[in-house]
T-cell receptor, first 114, second 111 residues
Framework: KAGVTQTPRYLIKTRGQQVTLSCSPI?????VSWYQQTPGQGLQFLFE???????NKGNFPGRFSGRQFSNSRSEMNVSTLELGDSALYLC?????????????FGPGTRLTVT | DAKTTQPPSMDCAEGRAANLPCNHS???????VYWYRQIHSQGPQYIIH???NNETNEMASLIITEDRKSSTLILPHATLRDTAVYYC????????????FGSGTQLTVLP
């Protein structure tokens, strides 16, 4: 079974631009979560989608948004990029069910904002 | 959520058991202990979780003290591929997918 895939793997953007990152979960997984990882803040939860609906949201500004499609693929968007948005963005998928504890992470997208 | 405290780094000889401690003295009754690891340049990988009983799977064993204020992750026969940052997280089961990692323990397995 193929793992979680994320595209692109690396991205360089300029301050003020917007960016869209893509995540394809493991086949059959309906929950997709997004995380931001930086050296200073560690891993921080952004949001979780399940069956095309946002189920949980972390403490990030509205510039960070996401969506999930009917095939469970997910995208996240960051508008008006700031230098502090430079980070590794990770996507994780999980089987159905609220008590699914195990998450499978993708390799991440390394975003650099200049 | 309960905070966790882990040593910043540990070394272990290849083939020996690696014992990684975690303190979570403010853990609540409904919170589980989860362990993940992250190998350089890869996404985190789930290892094991437990509530109060000791747990074992194909990757590791988790020993939780009777008062649940601390736990130890045991990799029984460490290999070079186990070199990674190990994270101990405490979360209720219904928010297991809303993870927050701190700095973790950098485990280096030495040949």
């Amino acid at each position: 079974k193929a793992g979680v895939t994320q595209t692109p793997r690396y991205l360089i953007k300029t301050r003020g631009q917007q960016v869209t990152l893509s995540c394809s979960p493991i086949s059959g997984h309906r929950s997709v979560s997004w995380y931001q990882q930086t050296p200073g803040q560690g891993l921080q939860f952004l949001f979780e989608y399940f069956s095309e609906t946002q189920r949980n949201k972390g403490n990030f500004p509205g510039r960070f948004s996401g969506r999930q499609f009917s095939n469970s693929r997910s995208e996240m968007n960051v508008s008006t990029l700031e230098l502090g948005d430079s980070a590794l963005y990770l996507c994780a998928s999980s089987p159905s069910g609220r008590d699914s504890y195990e998450q499978y992470f993708g390799p991440g997208t390394r975003l650099t904002v200049t | 959520d309960a905070k966790t405290t882990q040593p910043p780094s540990m070394d272990c000889a290849e083939g020996r058991a690696a014992n990684l401690p975690c303190n979570h003295s403010t853990i609540s009754g409904n919170e589980y202990v989860y362990w993940y690891r992250q190998i350089h340049s890869q996404g985190p990988q789930y290892i094991i979780h437990g509530l109060k009983n000791n747990e074992t799977n194909e990757m590791a064993s988790l020993i939780i003290t009777e008062d649940r204020k601390s736990s130890t992750l045991i990799l029984p026969h460490a290999t070079l591929r186990d070199t990674a940052v190990y994270y101990c997280i405490v979360r209720p089961l219904d928010s297991a997918r809303q993870l927050t990692f701190g700095s973790g323990t950098q485990l280096t397995v030495l040949p």
